[in-house]
Antibody, heavy 121, light 107 residues
Framework: EVQLVESGGGLVQPGRSLRLSCAAS????????MHWVRQAPGKGLEWVSG????????GYADSVKGRFTISRDNARNSLSLQMNSLRPEDTAFYYC??????????????WGQGTLVTVSS | EIVLTQSPASLSLSPGERATLSCRAS??????LVWYQQKPGQAPRLLIY???NRATGIPARFSGSGSGTDFTLTISSLEPEDFAVYYC?????????FGPGTKVDIK
């Protein structure tokens, strides 16, 4: 069974940093690209970032470019999102998600349950 | 970035009825259009990829069509478990983008 378990969410002040992690199991982690997708409470989905199996290809939404950094550790089956200079509009549930391909194809077949990030003073 | 528009925003139907959901892109995405279903309190579920290909385990009552800028998700006969929000997503250009969603609720 595929499991993606996010951690690291919480309440943070504007301008501060937070690091999200995702632990993957039930898959051969380095066979797949991975993504972060977020959803503000009661709102729609927003793709945040994606990373290929070997970290060679990385992409970001315009709204987070220059502030967020995605990374992965294939030896530990883990995905991370370093979020700097956080803004109130970054408040959302952050989902760790698996692509169907090695490359960042953009077809997501498994999602975690999400971790809530709240940016507020 | 490519903007996706979904219509209608909401749809009230009865079980057994046919649902037709639309997704329009601000520029061509060829066939690189994906559909997801999301129920309250749950993560999204992959339904259709590349406009018309059903994902593993998705019932045949779900079908997708379209190319270029206009796409349709059809649920041929609604089951009680189909009442949810449906999102389209383009994977043609980075950054990937989602539509705002269509909520299908029980009439």
């Amino acid at each position: 069974e595929v499991q993606l378990v996010e951690s690291g969410g919480g309440l943070v002040q504007p301008g501060r940093s937070l690091r999200l992690s995702c632990a993957a199991s039930g898959i051969t982690f380095d066979d797949y690209a991975m993504h972060w997708v977020r959803q503000a409470p009661g709102k729609g989905l927003e793709w945040v970032s994606g990373i290929s199996w070997n970290s060679a290809t990385i992409g970001y939404a315009d709204s987070v470019k220059g502030r967020f950094t995605i990374s992965r550790d294939n030896a530990r089956n883990s995905l991370s999102l370093q979020m700097n200079s956080l803004r109130p509009e970054d408040t959302a549930f952050y989902y760790c998600a698996k692509d169907v391909h090695l490359t960042v194809a953009g077809v997501i077949d498994y999602w975690g349950q999400g971790t809530l990030v709240t940016v507020s003073s | 970035e490519i903007v996706l528009t979904q219509s209608p925003a909401s749809l009230s139907l009865s079980p057994g009825e046919r649902a037709t959901l639309s997704c329009r892109a601000s520029q061509s995405v060829t066939s690189y259009l994906v559909w997801y279903q999301q129920k309250p309190g749950q993560a999204p579920r992959l339904l259709i990829y590349d406009a018309s290909n059903r994902a593993t385990g998705i019932p045949a009552r779900f079908s997708g069509s379209g190319s270029g800028t206009d796409f349709t998700l059809t649920i041929s006969s609604l089951e009680p478990e189909d009442f949810a929000v449906y999102y389209c997503q383009q994977r043609s250009n980075w950054p990937f983008t989602f539509g705002p969603g269509t909520k299908v609720d029980i009439k």
